[in-house]
């Protein structure tokens, strides 16, 4: 039976009079016109759906002491207790399951296991192809359904709409209730609560589906307050249907998708998406540098690792910034550069935690700032796209939880500051999820999502005169789309990926800047990949995709693998020209991936037809300038450009601009750095030598064109080919032959360098080869102090060679001084047992959060995962406050509240020596000796009382010991505690429940009329598997006797 048959023959079951196969034997009144709307399309049908309903289970105990195979949770059997598909009543529920006489049935019956439930809408839909499947399960997905996604694919086309907001509760059993009736009630008004929700997300996948096209009609019942739009018109496309055609723009062109194989790192480090990507374009780099996003190796999470990828040679390292300041783990951020420096905008470090913070990396020097910016606030957003234009970078709409903002932002980059642009012009609506890009004066955005749906419009932004415009271009456009990547290559913008995925959508789309104009050229395999939420960049000729992907339900978690893809094919080539009036072909023979160009005569040898220069750097015949064989011989060798070094940023920007710089091979200096030589193409060679002899033309406004080039780079995008020639002559830049040719080898990684020596050593000693299994393929650095693992060279032979090894080790990671991590010190001080290996000491320094840290590695703990807490506590306003830390360290968070809180006097108590002695160091340094006071030794005896605002408890895994010292601690007003500790990531409940009725107790015991509570709990990092490490703001406040 085919798809059309079945519909009918499902439709028609639903229209009969008779009781359908469910228990309740109809459909669920208030999701009718959601499945008419649904059944009137003509690519799907539903086989089966609830609303969402509230229900009590009674089902068999299971007996768990037999050996009989453990029954499927359907296989049970059981019956309902009480169903509602509308949020319940508690006095009904309470009054069902504590009656107030027991009935005979229920004391004589075996019991059996109640279980209380709020189980969310599912429909189950039958799609007449995969594509319209993956239309309809985008839709859901981005109404809050999130764990839609197809079930079959095989004969039959099935989809699942669900999310995962269930409940699922056991109350005991039909003899004895477990629970008291007022953990029943509260249950009762969770589950309402996500009732509510869930009916909100049905009407917003409703009204998601008209608007885009779905037809339904009126239901009888039309009491659930859904409507149909009836504006809407039967003959409307719906998303599914729009442009399946794939056109091919450019005849007999593809672009070839070619991944990128991995070297160095592991390529699972780039399986991300939600992460940034800038790339290092210039002569010294060709690289990418990514930072953070969802996924990694391992466990899929929030990353905040910082990566460098050559696309060329394929080599993935980590960057090690100095100081190792890491930032939050996020995603959904941008990261933008200008010049040297890459600001890293926003994110989401979690479901609840947005972001607004502006940090910066200087790519020179790797370090990390933590930038406050003046100006407009800026809000904190996920999801928002960010362009760069000279030393501006400007952000347009994000998202803040149900927030969409259509604001426009400019962040100046050399003033930090922020301002908002006032609107004006055809301004863009409210939008996540899109992308923008910056060409010359003007910014492009394109598509995004409103809330609602998705988006087609593109919008430009003209900076000169502060206004937006929305674009009229012809052509096909690009469909619907958010979470795409957008990027100009030459004369064309491109837009790649996103979502919803279609099958037939294997194409880019490209837009003619001069023409305003839409082509599309076909990709051959995007099938393979998911470029969803990636990052393309352009280096050179190519476009490097990094990451994207998606998480769907039944196909589980989707990557992509690292990809480049060669532009070349969209620029108009002269290949094959042949000029009939000399008889001379042009051939371009591509061998062992070298470009030779030659000339084939077939009459007249003495003279050829040199390539003159379009408008954008393109070569084409010019009948007028003749060139001899010789020089076409010549340009089969490596030739470099030779500038003035005054002159070098805005030569090698220009080569950069029309393609003409060789990136296989490295730019190098003369005559001590006076001049210049960056390697060319073989087509530069020609064109620069056609040029020569019509130089004589002058560049008007050239001095300005060389300060624009440093700024927002506007006039050099706007300069054409041979004016680019002329200005390279104009500033006296010569073509030779390059004396070096070096060409860019694939960096080894410290890894393989460390392996290769070791290795080397250990043959020499005759040692054996398998104790090579013990180099460790990770470790830390602190400061210049690169520490090992200590399940490392555990091996008692490596101290045989152990003079020799330790340098060798610390030569091939780069480090002045090597360490070897041991376990802590399990004293009450929790001393650091870091065993230095090459050094004469274990004292760092560490600049965090532009707070000076110095301590002893070999004798002090110092935790990297604590910086999130550390800024939090940073940006407290403790003005006029005094503070209590009861387990100071070497001043984790005495300094953020002295330095950034401000915080009037704090009181550090510590008994560990080392870092009491490390602490007076750092107050010293920071120049706050004179607001703390220290207090050497137990907390529990030489803490101060009654003087508090606030105490920190930083001592994991508990700070239990001294909550009595705490609370006593604190003004008679009361005050806050910072109370850290670490609980299972199923019991953070029972973590604060025990908190809060402990402070409770010890409040009532020390004789305060306080009331206490907790205002806050903040996750900071993963202690161990399963284990959070947790601070908790217990909040103390008086109350009236």
Partial sequence: MDFEKRKAATLASLSSVEADKSPKGSLDTPIIPLLNTIN??????????????????????LNLNTDE??????????????????????????????????????????PSELVFRFEPLIIAVECKDLSSAQSLVSLAISCGFRESGITNANKRVIIAIRCSIRLEVPLGDTHKIMVPPEYVRYVVEVANDKMDANRKRTERFFGLLQSNGFVGFMAADNSNNMSINESLNPTDVSVHEEGLACDNDFPGCSLQIVHIEIVGESAEKLFLWGHSACALDNASHNKVVVFGGFGGMGRHARRNDLLLLDPYSGNLETIRTVGDLSLSPRLGHTSSLVGDDMFLIGGRTGPDKILSEVWVLDTAKNCWK??????????????????????NIYIFGGLDNDNIFSSLYILDTI????????????????????????HGSQIFMFG???????????????????????????????????????????????????????????????????????????????????????????????????????????????????????????????????????????INNQNDGENKTMIQNFEEPQLEHVLDIADNGSMHPDDESPVTNDQFQMATSHHVLKLDKRFAKLGKDILKEFGWLDLSRKAYSQEDGLHICFPVSNDFFHIFHARKNRSGDTIEGKDEISKTSKGNGCMLSDLSGPKALSLLHEYGANIQEDEVVEVRKAAKTPLKVMTEAIATLIEQHGLPARLLEELPTRWDRLGDIVILPTTSFKDPTWNSIAEELWPTVAKSLKANRLGRQGPVAANGTRDSTLQILVGDNGWVGHRENGILYSFDASKCMFSWGNLSEKLRMARLDCQDEIIVDLFAGIGYFVLPFLVRAQAKFVYACEWNPHAVEALKHNLKANSVTDQCLILEGDNRSLAPKGVADRVCLGLLPSSECSWVTAVRALRSEGGVLHVHGNAKDTEEGRWTEHLLKSIQEIVRSEGYCWEVSIEHVERVKWYAPRIRHLVADVRCRQTQR
């Fill in 370 to 391: 933590l930038m406050q910016c003046g100006g407009s606030d800026f809000l904190p957003r996920h999801r928002h796209a960010a362009a760069v234009v000279g030393s």
């Fill in 69 to 110: 195979q453990k029954p499927k949770k359907k296989a049970r059997g059981g019956s309902w207790l009480f169903v509602s598909h509308d949020p319940a009543d508690p006095d009904s529920i309470l009054n069902l399951l504590f009656p107030s006489k027991p009935t005979p049935s229920s004391v004589s019956t075996e």
């Fill in 415 to 438: 003033n930090l500051t922020w301002k908002e642009v006032p609107i004006s012009g055809d301004w863009p609506c409210a939008r996540h999820s899109h992308a923008m890009v910056a």
């Fill in 448 to 586: 995004g999502h409103n809330g609602a749906k998705a988006l087609n419009d593109l919008y430009s932004f003209d900076i000169r005169k502060g206004q937006w415009k929305k674009e009229k271009t012809t052509g096909r456009n690009p469909h619907a789309r958010f979470s795409h990547s957008m990027f100009v290559y030459k004369n064309y913008l491109g837009v790649i990926g996103g979502c919803p995925v279609r099958q037939n959508f294997q194409e880019v789309a490209l837009l003619d800047l001069k023409l305003r104009q839409w082509k599309h050229v076909t990709l051959n395999s995007v099938g393979k990949d998911l470029f969803v939420r990636g990052t393309a960049c352009v280096i050179g000729d190519d476009l490097v995709i990094v990451g994207g992907g998606a998480s769907c339900y039944a196909f589980g978690t989707k990557f992509s693998e690292p990809a480049k893809v060669s532009l070349l094919p969209l620029m108009p080539s002269c290949d094959d020209h042949i000029d009939v009036k000399n008889k001379t072909v042009l």
């Fill in 40 to 61: 009137q399309h003509p690519c799907f049908y539903t086989t089966s759906s609830c609303s969402g309903r509230i229900s009590i289970l009674s089902q068999p105990l």
